[in-house]
């Protein structure tokens, strides 16, 4: 099966560790498509940023004519449920995938994130996706999202607040907030003993058990494809119908 994993920035560095932790994650006869955003913020941190990635992630969703299944692989999810109205593979997002990952494995997780003003984001997806009570805490680590990639303290700040994280919230389980720390999974497991959750792994993990037992988004309801209609402005090539938008890719609906 092929799977595209959509990094939802635009740095294509991050894009190559969410390539390495999807081809480590991916069983035999899987083939990972990372591909970056080809419009959009370089990371993503804000609301601002969030509410920006979403084109460039319809876009690479709907480039993905052919893919068995996606992964969005940012941890604010951007434009998931837009990307499950366009294609008809399934779709995963990365909180969405890690989160549950983490009940399974525990009682009470936290997440340890990135930047402060992106927490409140993670507690309204555990909102959505998790129990009351499942996630315990979310902490950030004071990193903007591109420093993960090259500042020689990220991994010792990520253990230093994941392990006060186990401590205060009395959680079992450590979800890694940002795409740009799948690489420092293992470490950090090895230094805390405790199951550390990559959404990147969990989420190739989980669109592989959906396309290896058939199952697809639901065309009816909420997901059913979008009602065609003309966009305007820059968002004009997004409009749906006239085969004429960056969105009416032959294999999407
Ligand atoms: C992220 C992420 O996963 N990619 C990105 O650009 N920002 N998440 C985060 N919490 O900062």
Redesign the pocket.
């Known amino acids: 099966m092929r799977i595209r994993v959509v990094n939802?920035?635009t740095t294509a560095s991050?894009t190559a560790t969410i390539e390495r932790s999807a081809r480590a994650a991916a069983g035999p006869g899987t083939t990972i498509e990372a591909v970056t955003a080809a419009m959009g913020p370089a990371?993503?941190?804000s609301h601002y940023d969030e509410a920006l990635a979403v084109p460039g992630v319809l876009a690479a969703v709907a480039d993905g004519a052919g893919a068995d299944g996606f992964v969005v692989?940012?941890?604010?999810d951007p434009g998931l449920d837009a990307a499950r109205e366009r294609a008809t593979a399934p779709v995963v997002g990365?909180a969405e995938a890690a989160m549950h990952a983490a009940t399974l494995v525990g009682r009470g997780f936290s997440v340890v994130?990135?930047?402060d003003r992106?927490r409140g984001r993670?507690w309204d997806l555990a909102g959505r996706y998790v129990p009351a009570g499942a996630c315990r805490g979310v902490h950030a680590c004071d990193l903007p999202?591109l420093a993960l990639e090259d500042d020689p303290t990220v991994l010792e700040r990520v253990v230093e607040r994941a392990r006060e994280a186990l401590d205060r919230d009395g959680s079992d389980v450590v979800v890694l907030?940002?795409?740009?720390l799948a690489d420092r999974c293992a470490a950090v497991s090895a230094e805390l003993g405790v199951p550390v959750i990559d959404g990147v792994a969990a989420g190739v993990a989980l669109v592989e058990a959906l396309v290896r037992t058939g199952v697809r988004t639901s065309p009816r309801g909420e997901y059913a494809a979008p009602p065609r209609k003309p966009y305007r402005g820059v968002l004009s090539a997004f409009g749906l119908g006239g085969g004429r938008g960056v969105l009416d890719g032959p294999s999407q609906r």
Do not use: K, Q
Not at 73 to 76: H, K, L, N, T
């Open positions: 939802p920035n991050m990371s993503i941190e692989a940012c941890f604010g990365i994130t990135t930047l992106t993670a999202v907030g940002c795409a740009g």
